[in-house]
Every structure is written in C-alpha cells, then in structure tokens.
C-alpha cells in the first residue's frame, strides 16, 4: 500500500485473532485475516500470461437462481488493491485484475451468468451485502464463525503466513521453529508479528534465544532490509509472498516450503460472500467452484499469481475454524 495509514486498514481486515472483539456484528463483519502484501496495487509481469478461461455448463447454469439469469450477471463487490487477489491493472486505472477477479470471472464463465466486479470501500462490503446493493463478495475474506451468523462462505482456499529468504541463504532456516536466535523482519501491527512473539515464547521455553523480531512500517522496508542483510528472514502472507517472488523473475527472494504447513502457519479458509437465504445461489457457486478444481482451471489461476500453496481440493461451504 501507498501509506502506513491504509496498510494498518489492511492489517486489521486479514488478522481478526490480532484485534479485540468490536461491539456489533456490523463491526467485526468489517474486519478480516492476513496481513499488508508487499506488493503494489498494479499488476506485474507475472499477471501477463493468459487468463485462464472456462466453458460454460448447462446443468449448472439451470441451477442459478432465475433473477440473476435474467439480470445476466451477478454483481461482486470487491476492495483493491491487495495483491494478488484483486489490483488494478495500471497506475489510474479502474479495470480489475487479480487471482479473486480470475477465479471469479471463471465461475462465471462456468454457470454461464457473467461476474460483473465493481469496486467498493471496504467498510461498506458487508452492509451493502447484506442490503441487497451487489450479489456476492470476493475481496480476500477469511471464514470466520462470527461472520457466518449473517453471511455464507463459499470457501475456496487456505492460506497463512510463511517465510521468505534470499535465494541460496537460507542458512538452514526450514520451518518456523528455526528462527530462534534469528533476526526476523515483519510489518508492524500484522499478524505475522503475533506469530513470531508466540515462536520466540516457545524458543525461551525450550531454552533457546528468542526470535529477533524486527518491525516494519510497510512490507516493502521489510524486504529491503532482508535483500540488504539487516535481517535473515521476512514473515509474510504466503500468497504475498508467493505473488512476490513471482512477478519479478530476477527476484533474489524465495519461499521457504515447510512440509508440515504446506498453507501456511495458522492457515484459515478464506471464500466467497454469499447472502444469507441464497442457497441455491451458493450451491451454484460451490458446484461451479468444484467444476474448476476438478478441470484443472483453478491450479492454472492460482499459479498465475504464484499462490499455488493455498489450494484446497474441495470446495465447501462455512468451514470456518473459529
């Protein structure tokens, strides 16, 4: 993001375990799970390949409620930019494009009903939702059992933090549990912070040092002092972090691939908006979501933007953890 002001905004609506319970479900509804992306709200080169597209399907179709066959489309309110799930495609620019706007516009493809996206500000997606201004929402949303009480989830990815390093420099930096004693950067206020205070609790614990964590006001300074070796290591969200390795291919960064958390640590589902007493239209949207995974359409969209570890192979619907 441009300013510290709107990646505090970002901070506070991907990390809901970072932030106290607000007063009215209006409030938390407003709020979300991951931390800033260290990556500008323009598109990259690693956004120029193909969208993948999709054939529509007849049964599915006949299954979308018949207002929004009539109307020929369905409108999904979104909130850029946060890379790569929604960014703009050019500095000024009002066209979307992103890992959520593809995936969207493909399930549109496949019920046959276009995705029609309009931008909105964040603070007025649920409201608006829940008013009847827009259909759907797809905006980076993490399934949470307090926004389940007024919104379902179609939920279509995994996703959570993980750790970036320079190529070749890993120095034996694994998994998180090899941070003891390690100079580790993140952005200030972001979920990623949280994770490494209770890590550097379990380091003391088992009589190791602590993790050195180092914040930042933007990702972007985090990054920085890693590529100029003020830090060894960055925590970030893993498809930021994916997405920024993936955009430059002279980028002298890489992820660190934990077996054990192939989606990140403290990974939550994440999904599509739907209207409460919409069930046909979320059935669509699920059956149609499941169509793309199964064809292959949904892998193609999520390495495009390089997030190919927040892939889960079933769509459900209101999975959410807590």
């Known amino acids: 993001m441009s300013s510290f002001t709107r990646a505090a905004v970002r901070g506070s609506r991907r990390n809901p375990r970072a932030i106290p319970a607000m007063a ?5 509804l407003t709020l979300g799970a991951c ?3 260290p990556v500008s709200g323009s598109a990259s080169p690693a956004t120029e390949s193909p969208m993948p597209t999709a054939e529509a399907d007849p049964a599915l179709q006949a299954l979308v409620p018949e207002k ?7 409108h999904v309110a979104t909130n850029a930019p946060y890379a ?7 500095a000024g620019s009002k066209d979307l494009t992103g890992l959520e706007i593809d995936l969207g516009k493909a399930v549109g493809q496949k019920l046959g009903v276009p995705f029609v996206f309009s931008q909105q500000p964040y603070d007025g997606l649920f409201p608006g939702l829940q008013a009847g201004k827009y259909d759907l929402l797809m905006a ?3 399934d949470t059992r307090e926004r389940e009480r007024t919104v379902d989830f179609v939920n279509y990815s995994r996703s959570g933090s993980a750790l970036l390093v320079l190529k070749g420099k890993a120095d034996g930096i694994g998994t998180l549990h090899d941070l003891c004693g390690v ?5 200030k206020g972001s979920a990623q912070v949280v994770l490494l205070q209770q890590q550097s609790a379990a380091c003391a614990k088992a009589g190791k040092p602590a993790v050195q964590v180092k914040t930042f006001p933007q990702f972007s300074d985090a990054q920085l002092a890693l590529k100029t070796g003020t830090v060894k290591v960055v925590a970030g969200d893993l498809p930021a972090l994916g997405y920024a390795v993936r955009q430059d291919p002279a980028s002298p960064y890489e992820v660190v691939k934990d077996p054990k958390a192939p989606n990140g640590y403290q990974s939550s589902l994440t999904g599509i908006g739907v209207p409460k007493g919409q069930p046909k239209l979320r059935e669509a949207i699920r059956l149609a979501l499941q169509a793309l995974i199964d064809d292959g359409t949904y892998d193609r969209i999520l390495a495009r933007y390089g997030a190919s570890g927040i892939a ?11």
């Open 24 to 28: 009215t479900a209006a409030l938390v």
């Open 35 to 37: 931390s800033n992306p």
């Open 68 to 74: 929004y066959r009539t109307a020929g489309r369905i």
């Open 84 to 90: 790569p799930y929604e960014m703009f495609t050019s």
């Open 140 to 142: 980076a949303l993490f």
């Open 183 to 187: 100079q580790v950067a993140a952005q």
């Open 312 to 322: 889960i192979g079933k769509a459900v619907v209101n999975q959410a953890q807590g």
